[in-house]
């Protein structure tokens, strides 16, 4: 890479879409170029329910972060969440092909290949590959083995797998957005990879992710990424919990959460009060902080109870590298106390440090550039093709019917769907 690469990621949430723009240099130093971000429809506990509507809060997004840096966007990074997926462990095995025996890519490209040639059912549709270690002969722990001598090559992987329905009902909205796919990744998968430090991977962290209507549980170990599951609780329910007690409307008690909220009782205020319009009437009642604070933490220790639940299905039985909380509701006041109290470990908050998306809420996105970046450098892979253009000037009536009647003639444009498949059998004949 001669070149600061640009990437675009687009992060299809419940609660909102986000779309950012970053430039990343020879040094890995991630700046945001251009953001927007809209509030989601069609969309709820991550899957899409009205396509149309889910289009349109795709298109808002991504307008609004190319009016930023006034050029057009073409190709976009796509998350997709934890729900409905499976890891499957996965091993490949190849001989080395040259006569040297020195690895080469297409000795490393093959036994990914092998790797990812395994029967899966026919609802299921491939997403990801991690890569956990590489053999050869018999040496292990190998990230790399490309220029090292041999003459067996394995790979002890990962296959990330989620409902064909879930994934291609996002990729027809990308699509239909007028958007091209330029990778696809798990967002737990990325987030987790960026946000943790390497002691935390190595020792073993919980990353959770508390968005709008779910909450995310990621677990790393020995480097690895090992398990992840999706809880249908999140940000929402504390706001219709406030809205029912308050008797307020959604708007009102999510603008009391944000300015008022605090997650542990015991730190909140009962000397900072607040007026709250009653619904159907033209009277307004008075709260403190406090009040609210039992009822914000009350849904948030039945999500971190939830949280322990899910720990103990996946067999995690500590976990000495602590919690690592983000997503839009880790931005409450008090969160980290009471996540220490529930879950007894060190409990961190992670925020994005780039300017323009210091929030919490924007690290999946953040984090899809990252992740893309690392598996470009990987495998020399940087993309030719634009991801952003200049905007055209308007033709003319004539010059537009020319062109419709070249289109004509052409061959149809291959689908989204088309290059994702092709993408995820880039290794697979």
Same mark, same amino acid.
């Given at each position: 890479?001669?070149?600061?690469? *640009?990437?675009?990621? *687009?992060? &299809?949430?419940?609660?909102?879409?986000?779309? &950012?723009?970053?430039?990343?240099?020879?040094?890995?130093?991630?700046?945001?170029?251009?953001?927007?971000?809209?509030? +989601?429809?069609?969309?709820?506990?991550?899957?899409?329910?009205?396509?149309?509507?889910?289009?349109?809060?795709?298109?808002?997004? $991504? +307008?609004?972060?190319?009016?930023?840096?006034?050029?057009?966007?073409?190709?976009?990074?796509?998350? &997709?969440?934890?729900?409905?997926?499976?890891?499957?462990?996965?091993?490949?095995?190849?001989?080395?092909?040259?006569?040297?025996? !020195?690895?080469?890519?297409?000795?490393?490209?093959?036994?990914?290949?092998?790797?990812?040639?395994?029967?899966?059912?026919?609802?299921?549709?491939?997403?990801?590959?991690?890569?956990?270690?590489?053999? $050869?002969?018999?040496?292990?722990?190998?990230?790399?083995?490309?220029?090292? %001598?041999?003459?067996?090559? !394995?790979?002890?992987?990962?296959?990330?797998?989620?409902?064909?329905?879930?994934?291609?009902?996002?990729?027809?909205?990308?699509?239909?957005?007028?958007?091209?796919?330029?990778?696809?990744?798990?967002?737990?998968?990325?987030?987790?990879?960026?946000?943790?430090?390497?002691?935390?991977?190595?020792?073993?962290?919980?990353?959770?992710?508390?968005?709008?209507?779910?909450?995310?549980?990621?677990?790393?170990?020995?480097?690895?990424?090992?398990?992840?599951?999706?809880?249908?609780?999140?940000?929402?329910?504390?706001?219709?919990?406030?809205?029912?007690?308050?008797?307020?409307?959604? !708007?009102?008690?999510?603008?009391?959460?944000?300015?008022?909220?605090?997650?542990?009782?015991?730190?909140?205020?009962?000397?900072?009060?607040?007026?709250?319009?009653?619904?159907?009437?033209?009277?307004?009642?008075?709260?403190?902080?406090?009040? %609210?604070?039992?009822?914000?933490?009350?849904?948030?220790?039945?999500?971190?109870?939830?949280?322990?639940?899910?720990?103990?299905?996946?067999?995690?039985?500590?976990?000495?590298?602590?919690?690592?909380?983000?997503?839009?509701?880790?931005?409450?006041?008090?969160?980290?106390?009471?996540?220490?109290?529930?879950?007894?470990?060190?409990?961190?908050?992670?925020?994005?440090?780039?300017?323009?998306?210091?929030?919490?809420?924007?690290?999946?996105?953040?984090?899809?550039?990252?992740?893309?970046?690392?598996?470009?450098?990987?495998?020399?892979?940087?993309?030719?093709?634009?991801?952003?253009?200049?905007?055209?000037?308007?033709?003319?009536?004539?010059?537009?019917?020319?062109?419709?009647?070249?289109?004509?003639?052409?061959?149809?444009?291959?689908?989204?769907?088309?290059?994702?498949?092709?993408?995820?059998?880039?290794?697979?004949?």
């Amino acid at each position: 890479m001669s070149q600061a690469e *640009l990437y675009v990621s *687009l992060d &299809i949430g419940s609660n909102s879409v986000k779309c &950012i723009i970053g430039e990343v240099s020879d040094a890995d130093t991630f700046n945001v170029i251009g953001s927007g971000k809209v509030k +989601s429809a069609g969309i709820k506990k991550g899957n899409i329910v009205d396509i149309d509507a889910a289009v349109a809060s795709i298109k808002k997004a $991504v +307008s609004r972060a190319e009016a930023m840096v006034g050029m057009s966007v073409h190709k976009v990074i796509l998350g &997709i969440p934890a729900n409905q997926v499976m890891l499957q462990d996965v091993k490949g095995v190849v001989a080395i092909n040259s006569e040297n025996r !020195e690895i080469t890519d297409d000795d490393l490209y093959r036994v990914i290949e092998s790797a990812e040639v395994m029967s899966i059912s026919p609802d299921r549709e491939r997403v990801n590959i991690v890569r956990r270690q590489f053999f $050869v002969d018999n040496l292990s722990e190998i990230k790399d083995p490309r220029g090292m %001598i041999g003459i067996r090559l !394995e790979m002890d992987g990962t296959l990330i797998t989620t409902s064909k329905t879930v994934l291609h009902n996002v990729l027809r909205c990308v699509e239909k957005a007028g958007l091209e796919i330029q990778e696809i990744y798990l967002q737990s998968l990325a987030s987790g990879y960026f946000v943790l430090t390497d002691d935390e991977k190595t020792r073993g962290t919980a990353f959770i992710d508390i968005g709008g209507e779910s909450t995310t549980i990621s677990i790393y170990k020995n480097e690895h990424f090992q398990h992840t599951a999706m809880i249908p609780l999140g940000g929402d329910n504390i706001t219709k919990d406030l809205s029912i007690v308050l008797k307020t409307p959604l !708007e009102q008690a999510e603008q009391i959460k944000l300015d008022y909220g605090h997650a542990f009782y015991d730190h909140a205020s009962e000397d900072e009060l607040f007026t709250v319009p009653v619904i159907g009437s033209d009277s307004k009642e008075q709260f403190s902080q406090r009040y %609210i604070s039992e009822i914000i933490g009350s849904r948030l220790e039945e999500i971190f109870d939830l949280v322990i639940d899910e720990l103990y299905n996946m067999g995690v039985q500590d976990l000495p590298g602590g919690v690592v909380l983000t997503g839009g509701v880790a931005k409450l006041d008090g969160l980290q106390e009471l996540a220490h109290e529930m879950l007894q470990t060190r409990v961190r908050i992670y925020v994005p440090n780039q300017i323009g998306v210091r929030e919490p809420e924007y690290t999946t996105a953040v984090s899809l550039i990252h992740y893309a970046h690392k598996e470009s450098e990987f495998f020399d892979d940087f993309s030719e093709e634009p991801t952003l253009t200049s905007p055209q000037p308007q033709q003319s009536k004539r010059t537009e019917k020319e062109s419709k009647a070249t289109t004509a003639n052409e061959e149809p444009k291959e689908s989204v769907i088309g290059k994702f498949k092709g993408f995820m059998n880039r290794f697979i004949q």
